[in-house]
T-cell receptor, first 115, second 116 residues
Framework: AQSVTQLDSHVSVSEGTPVLLRCNYS??????LFWYVQHPNKGLQLLLK??????LVKGINGFEAEFKKSETSFHLTKPSAHMSDAAEYFC?????????????FGKGITLSVRP | GAVVSQHPSRVICKSGTSVKIECRSL??????MFWYRQFPKQSLMLMAT?????????EQGVEKDKFLINHASLTLSTLTVTSAHPEDSSFYIC????????????FGPGTRLTVL
């Protein structure tokens, strides 16, 4: 069984300030973890993924996330927010369950960026 | 990179009609494709998993006779919403995976279905 918890449903930051989007996971296996971004009425774009290599993962557009097994967390950060970062962000856990591994999505976080 | 397309991007239909949505992997062969449903301002819910040449595996609570999935080739999967009703209105997103296990899924842009 696997699950994802994104406690914050909405995060608002000022342009140029740091971004922190929190994610905690639960998995019976060694998990793969992903962050996806979705802009309004668009599909999902992969920001970054963790698959048991380096615990600090760098992604696109300046985002990075750190896998902390002891805290079962995979928080997404960015040093300086840009207006174009405003979107919906999903933390996702994937696990190997037989022939088909499934992704389980968190509820998502709406990121707003103030000028 | 790996590109997944969906057609149509938007569809409006009358209640009782059937709607087919196509999902194509454009530059790779997908052994497995997934269909998700997303309600406004909510997360993606997996509806079913389809492997090329075999029957789809549906998630609990998803009616297989209402949401028909066909995965006839390594680059095409279709979702047909049969006898659509207004409550079927939603954003349907497909994804494709290159290999089994924990291979990355590549997502299509989604199809907005509105049933009048």
């Amino acid at each position: 069984a696997q699950s994802v918890t994104q406690l914050d449903s909405h995060v608002s930051v000022s342009e140029g300030t740091p971004v922190l989007l929190r994610c905690n996971y639960s998995s019976s296996y060694s998990p793969s973890l992903f962050w996806y971004v979705q802009h309004p009425n668009k599909g999902l774009q992969l920001l970054l993924k963790y698959t048991s290599a380096a615990t600090l993962v760098k992604g696109i557009n300046g985002f990075e996330a750190e896998f902390k097994k002891s805290e079962t967390s995979f928080h997404l950060t960015k040093p300086s927010a840009h207006m174009s970062d405003a979107a919906e962000y999903f933390c996702v856990v994937g696990g190997y369950t037989g022939a088909n591994s499934k992704l389980t999505f968190g509820k998502g976080i709406t990121l707003s960026v103030r000028p | 990179g790996a590109v997944v397309s969906q057609h149509p991007s938007r569809v409006i239909c009358k209640s009782g009609t059937s709607v087919k949505i196509e999902c194509r992997s454009l530059d790779f062969q997908a052994t497995t494709m997934f269909w998700y449903r997303q309600f406004p301002k909510q997360s993606l819910m997996l509806m079913a998993t389809s492997n090329e040449g075999s029957k789809a595996t549906y998630e609990q609570g998803v009616e297989k006779d209402k949401f028909l999935i066909n995965h006839a080739s390594l680059t095409l999967s279709t979702l047909t919403v049969t006898s659509a009703h207004p409550e079927d209105s939603s954003f349907y997103i497909c994804s494709a995976r290159v290999r089994q296990g924990i291979g990355e899924q590549f997502f299509g842009p989604g199809t907005r279905l509105t049933v009048l």
